[in-house]
């Protein structure tokens, strides 16, 4: 009976953990914004997004000519309905019907729009009209999908700034804004009758602007921190988008809306800016993006919402030359225009599946020569790091998922009992574990990969190539 039972729960969690692979990307996005004249072609574009592991595409409008290239290619799509056209949407049901039959009833299912947003950051655009228009749009919206039977297969929402929040430190004071009262009661009615989620534009970018310290910055990065406690919840946080995320699940919960999910339409870092900004960098733009690419694969989830992803569409796709603002508003991107990468964020494929299969009976003489074996590298901190980085590096390893029972009193890596040795080992325990991704070993600049195994006698330390 035992080994019946244990043969079952096998099959369950193996067949959990397919399920949990066979999805484990289509949870990040990206940004597809034209506010430029240079862009590469929609198929151009669509073609090279089929390259990497993003699933799914946000567009401002509903530009044929992009639903179209998209068609066929399993990536999800969210349209997008201006704030010019919410006042005749909110009044005109035939509005809402021929925005359907014009923008989405010609393109799906081919084109797998998956979500609909009407407006964006409307009630942060201080005219009240506009602002009590956008629930009846979103109803005459809804109403016009179940007419074209397309009912519960494409979410309508409509996209929020983290203003509406009247409080967001610590997270579980999170709550709206009063002012908005009854038209974010209404909105978020709307969610939950429709199952439709909420959805915010969370930016550690701008957090680290108004807070610019150096421990600010490695908490936006996700880099090694000593974290920052809630009061109400003693929850530790390590990095502001997971405090971020989890101040609009408080403030739905205290608005008795646990059931309504929460959705990021927009989050990135700028790779460059103008002098007197603060914050854009190269080095910043990839820590902060490939770090939460790790994370959001990681599915460890934020302290709120263990053991799942949100989903969360990186902004942006490209730069926008035409942006007015700072220099930062046009640097956002994470491709160039020849559709390579502006900086490595671990979003390409690891392995291409061959165009068409050879018949194995049929030798084949290589064109180029074998490349050269990887070596085997170790993470490690840097000569003249301090001990107290080396604390905040090994606290922060052991904090997320890595095993550190090894540099526990009796275990085999315990002695030396030193902070160097033990957050040495953490470090490179974390790196081995989370991709062997060079941000993996980054810990804010204090660490650096070596050829050298730094394994002793029964203390062995993992070890493997670079990704």
């Not at 999908?145 to 309508?156: D, F, H, M, T, Y």
């Amino acid at each position: 009976m035992a080994n019946r039972l244990f043969t079952w729960a096998f099959i369950i969690i193996f067949f959990f953990q397919l399920n949990h692979l066979s999805r484990s990307e289509s949870f990040i996005g990206i940004n597809y914004g034209q506010v430029a004249d240079n862009l590469p072609s929609p198929d151009a574009t669509a073609k090279m997004l089929q390259s990497t592991s993003i699933e799914k595409v946000r567009l401002y409008g509903a530009d044929p000519a992009i639903i179209k290239a998209f068609a066929n290619t399993g990536i999800g799509i969210m349209i997008g309905v201006s704030n010019g056209d919410i006042p005749a949407m909110a009044t005109d049901p035939s509005f809402a019907k021929n925005w359907v039959n014009s923008n989405v009833s010609p393109f799906y299912p081919a084109s797998k729009i998956v979500h609909i947003n009407i407006g964006n950051e409307v009630l942060l655009s201080g005219d009240r009209n506009l602002m009590t228009q956008l629930l009846p749009a979103m109803q005459n919206l809804q109403n016009a999908l179940n007419s074209a039977s397309l009912n519960g297969k494409i979410k309508v929402s409509t996209v929020h700034s983290m203003a509406v929040l009247r409080q967001s430190d610590p997270p579980s004071s999170g709550g709206f804004d009063p002012s908005f009262g009854d038209l974010m009661k209404g909105l978020l009615e709307f969610n939950n009758a429709t199952g439709s989620p909420l959805v915010i534009n969370p930016y550690p970018f701008f957090a680290y602007q108004s807070d610019p310290r150096p421990e600010t910055l490695a908490f936006c990065l996700f880099q090694p921190n000593s974290g920052r406690v809630d009061s109400g919840t003693k929850i530790k946080y390590t990095n502001m988008f997971d405090a971020q995320v989890d101040a609009v699940r408080s403030a739905l919960n205290a608005m008795g809306f646990k059931g309504v999910e929460i959705l990021v339409a927009e989050t990135g870092w700028p790779y460059k800016g103008d002098s007197n900004e603060v914050g854009p960098s190269l080095e910043n733009a990839k820590a902060y993006n490939g770090n939460l690419i790790a994370h959001l694969k990681s599915m460890v989830g934020t302290p709120l919402m263990p053991g799942k992803s949100v989903d969360t569409y990186l902004f942006a796709l490209y730069d926008e030359d035409l942006k007015p603002g700072p220099g930062s508003e046009r640097a956002f991107g994470l491709f160039k225009l020849d559709m390579t990468m502006n900086y490595d964020t671990g979003l390409s494929k690891t392995s291409q599946a061959p165009s068409n299969a050879k018949n194995p009976a049929t030798p084949t003489i290589p064109t180029t020569p074998a490349p050269k074996a990887k070596k085997s590298v170790w993470c490690v901190p840097k000569a003249g790091v301090s001990d107290a980085q080396l604390q905040a590096n090994l606290d922060y390893a052991c904090s997320h998922g890595t095993d550190c029972s090894s540099i526990q009193p009796g275990g085999a890596c315990f002695e030396p009992n030193t902070i160097a040795s033990h957050a040495t080992y953490a470090m490179n325990l974390l790196y081995q574990t989370a991709g062997r991704n060079p941000w993996n070993c980054d810990f804010s600049q204090t660490a650096t990969l070596s050829t050298t195994n730094p394994s002793y006698n029964a203390c062995q330390y993992p070890g493997g190539e670079e990704a």
